[in-house]
């Protein structure tokens, strides 16, 4: 039971903070108060919009904004009354969180507009190109500093386009609730040092750790997830 319970809050938090989250980007006195994010990190205030799943702002209208947080409010009311259910098992908690945000999704997708949806693919796209800039001068660099050979640096390559590949994949997998993205993200993590160990020399290694302690380039915050800047 003591187990059960534990899950139970823990995912319910993970609930509650996404929720959170997407209220703060919809408030109506049109402050929106997170920075685009692949983590979701809070980050520095930006004009209103609405942060869609890959990211890109949208501009919604105020009865769309209306209709938002409307959304939120009957997401986050049947959370917590399934919270409430003591006579159901851990998986039965799981299974109905998972059916609240696969509606709740739903009914906020069904609000944008064609030029809206056309917008997000505008978007997406050129966030994408400028992502694949960005890693390919951060691999010059990399390769300039460490002296990679052309085999390292195809490696590595090969190595962070894997994990890339599985960050989207648990990103955009709608059978994960948040909390468990953010497990399966964490492991992820682990998984990016095992590829630079397995390519670079140790000397190498050890000067690639001092340059990511000391933030030369590799992002705000000292390191680069799998699922967006990369090495």
């Known amino acids: 039971m003591h187990t059960k319970l534990l899950g139970r809050s823990l995912l319910f938090a993970g609930v509650l903070l996404t929720c959170g989250i997407a209220q703060a980007q919809t408030r109506p006195d049109g402050a929106d108060s997170t920075h685009r994010s692949h983590f979701g990190r809070p980050g520095a205030s930006r004009s209103f ?6 990211g890109h702002g949208i501009h919604y209208t105020p009865e769309q904004r209306s209709q938002l947080m409307a959304i939120n409010k009957e997401f986050h009311d049947k959370s917590a009354e399934l919270y409430k259910k003591d006579d159901i098992t851990l998986k039965e908690y799981k299974a109905g969180l998972l059916a609240l945000q696969k509606d709740k999704r739903s009914k906020m997708e069904a609000l944008l507009t064609p ?20 890693e390919a001068a951060r691999m010059e660099r990399l390769k300039l500093r460490l002296n990679l050979s052309d085999d390292q640096v195809a490696k590595i390559k090969a190595g962070q386009a894997d994990l890339h590949a599985q960050a989207r994949s648990i990103h955009e997998n709608e ?6 993205k953010m497990e399966q993200m964490k492991d992820l993590m682990a998984k990016r ?13 050890s000067q690639f750790e001092q340059m990511m302690q000391h933030r030369h380039g590799f992002g705000r915050d000292g390191h680069d997830g799998p699922g967006g800047r990369a090495i």
């Open 49 to 54: 919009g609405h942060h869609d799943r890959y």
């Open 115 to 134: 030029q809206q949806k056309e917008q997000i693919a505008a978007r997406k796209k050129k966030g994408e190109e400028n992502r694949q800039v960005a």
């Open 175 to 180: 059978n994960l609730l948040p909390q468990q």
């Open 193 to 205: 040092k095992d590829v630079f160990k397995s390519v670079l020399t140790p000397e190498q290694y």
